[in-house]
């Protein structure tokens, strides 16, 4: 993950994370505020491109930062 401040446990759930997404790409972490699951897993479309997390259709999409919520690059065989 990259960040040096983050605690043991809070590296060892992003690690999590990071497997299901490689386990799973053909999905993408999306909200609804108006849902009482707030957070869910759905398929992913085209136009969600190489996001982990879906953008609001009805926001732009920033002009800097933007990366980092794409698809991180899989580790190399064997180093997990």
Do not use: C
Not at 29 to 37: G, H, K, T, W
């Amino acid at each position: 993950m990259g960040d040096t401040s983050l605690s043991q446990r809070q590296r060892a759930e992003g690690q999590r994370f990071q497997r299901r997404l490689h386990a799973s790409p053909n999905l993408i972490l999306d909200y609804r505020r108006e849902s009482a699951q707030g957070f869910f897993w759905r398929e992913r479309t085209p136009g969600d491109g190489t996001l982990i997390v879906a953008w609001p259709k009805d926001e732009s999409t920033p002009a800097n930062g933007i990366e980092l919520l794409e698809m991180p690059v899989p580790p190399p065989s064997g180093t997990r």
